[in-house]
């Protein structure tokens, strides 16, 4: 839509309050709410807020910033009395001198996408959003006792999460998405809802409305939802596998019946930059210290850097699908991330690879987890950075995620993360305790 068509849908709409929203640059969704009547004023002009009080934004000195609406991005919230009516809009965020902020998550993806468009290419997206939903106690706080004893697939009456996921679907449906699937996930209290994939783009912009309406809805029945990676340990963790491939002149790039595997060199050259840049881009796909309880061995998860047609054990899955469905599945993120930093990444580590026609070696059809570490060493697989001290490391080694995301992001993310490590290796952990406190 257009800035018109916008101001004649929220008028025949009866919408009350619009919400101006971005991130930050870890993901978290802010918004600033302003009534119908501002709204022709912010699409033309756009709406002033102070930008130092946002994480990674800039200084209390120069924080007047400007949100800048997408008028594309209008949608209704579905749960809202008729008596006040409230839409969203998503905004890019503007110095006060009227230059994109570098700051900005969805400038970085923006950056990249230009990137790839100057080489013919359009980026599809799709990820698998998994998360969990815990009751909450008289105060209204979560419990990590989990809600249902069901599992993979599983239907009520031990998927006791049926009916609340059924409403995050309406919802999301109601604003737009196209839902493919939602189904209980492995773990106990685990969920997963599949919608279709777009420009990754607008795939960012779904995958932080996604996490907003999935816990407001879960709210509303009592449940907290959470897209922590790894809340309890012993059980599967939480994953946001994304499926990905890239379109020129509306076909896809990555599709060739000739190729081997059915696959053209520009999906080659593109998974060999995903492999290529996996440990680099890992503070960004999984930015927690907690993202790296998920990937260990044994639960599902990746730990070891290699391709595969089907097998899920590798960090990147070809799917079977081809011609227009050609896709690769990056298996690492969590739905912790900021999904625009994230995507932005993996664009820039596939065009890498494209540019220096990497090649990802043979496909690894075997099971990785029951390998042995010779077997490993032998085929010198890497591993992904086993904690967040580690992928800091790693990250700042990367010039070409580093590059992706700009100096601004990168000195920011850099400085929190820090902080984030230093207080957690700070911490005398319950397993220490009940590990050695009576046997030294």
């Known amino acids: 839509m257009d800035k018109r068509e916008v101001l004649e849908k929220a008028e025949a709409l009866n919408v009350r309050f619009v919400r101006l929203q971005f991130t930050d640059i870890f993901g978290t969704l802010k918004n600033v709410e302003i009534p119908a009547e501002m709204l022709e004023k912010a699409l033309e002009e756009g709406i002033m807020f102070?930008?130092?009080?946002?994480?990674?934004?800039?200084?209390i000195e120069e924080s007047d910033m400007v949100l800048i609406p997408d008028p594309d991005t209008f949608a209704l919230f579905p749960w809202k009395d008729a008596q006040a009516v409230t839409a969203r809009l998503i905004c890019d965020v503007y110095t006060a001198d009227g230059d994109p902020f570098p700051g900005d998550p969805r400038y970085v993806l923006k950056r990249v996408v230009q990137r790839a468009a100057q080489q013919g290419y359009t980026m599809m997206a799709g990820p698998e959003c998994e998360f969990f939903l815990f009751p909450t106690d008289a105060e209204g706080q979560p419990v990590l006792t989990t809600h249902d004893q069901a599992g993979y697939f599983d239907l009520a009456p031990i998927d006791r999460g049926e009916e609340a996921r059924a409403d995050m679907i309406t919802a999301l449906s109601a604003m737009g998405f196209e839902v493919e699937a939602g189904h209980h996930e492995v773990a106990h209290g685990q969920h997963e809802i599949d919608f279709k994939y777009a420009d990754v783009l607008r795939t960012a912009d779904n995958v932080v409305t996604f996490r907003f309406v999935v816990r407001t809805i879960a709210r509303h029945h009592g449940l907290h939802a959470t897209f922590m990676p790894k809340p309890i340990a012993g059980i599967n963790g939480s994953g946001m596998h994304t499926h990905q491939s890239l379109f020129r002149d509306g076909r896809n790039a990555f599709d060739d019946p000739s190729g081997p595997y059915?696959?053209?060199?520009?999906?080659?050259?593109?998974?060999?930059?995903?492999?290529?840049?996996?440990?680099?881009?890992?503070?960004?796909?999984?930015?927690?210290?907690?993202?790296?309880?998920?990937?260990?061995?044994?639960?599902?998860?990746?730990?070891?850097?290699?391709?595969?047609?089907?097998?899920?054990?590798?960090?990147?899955?070809?799917?079977?699908a081809r011609g227009q469905a050609t896709r690769v599945e990056l298996r690492m993120p969590d739905p912790s991330c900021n999904p625009y930093l994230a995507f932005a990444v993996m664009l820039a580590a596939g065009l890498d690879g494209i540019d220096r026609k990497l090649d990802p070696g043979p496909p690894l059809n075997r099971n990785i987890y029951a390998m042995t570490e010779d077997e490993l060493e032998a085929l010198d697989i890497r591993v992904l950075p086993r904690n967040l001290g580690e992928a800091m490391e790693a990250f700042k080694a990367d010039e070409v995620v580093c590059e992706a995301l700009g100096s601004h992001v990168v000195t920011d993310l850099l400085k929190a993360k820090r902080q984030e490590w230093r207080e957690y290796i700070a911490q005398v952990h319950s397993w220490e305790v009940d590990r050695y406190l009576t046997r030294y």
Not at 50 to 59: K, P
Not at 300 to 311: D, F
């Open 262 to 320: 059915g696959l053209s060199s520009v999906c080659l050259h593109y998974t060999g930059g995903l492999l290529e840049h996996a440990r680099g881009m890992a503070l960004v796909t999984n930015p927690l210290v907690n993202s790296y309880k998920r990937l260990v061995p044994g639960y599902e998860a990746p730990v070891y850097i290699a391709w595969a047609e089907r097998n899920r054990s590798p960090l990147v899955r070809i799917p079977a």
């Open 50 to 59: 102070d930008g130092s009080s946002i994480e990674g934004f800039v200084r």
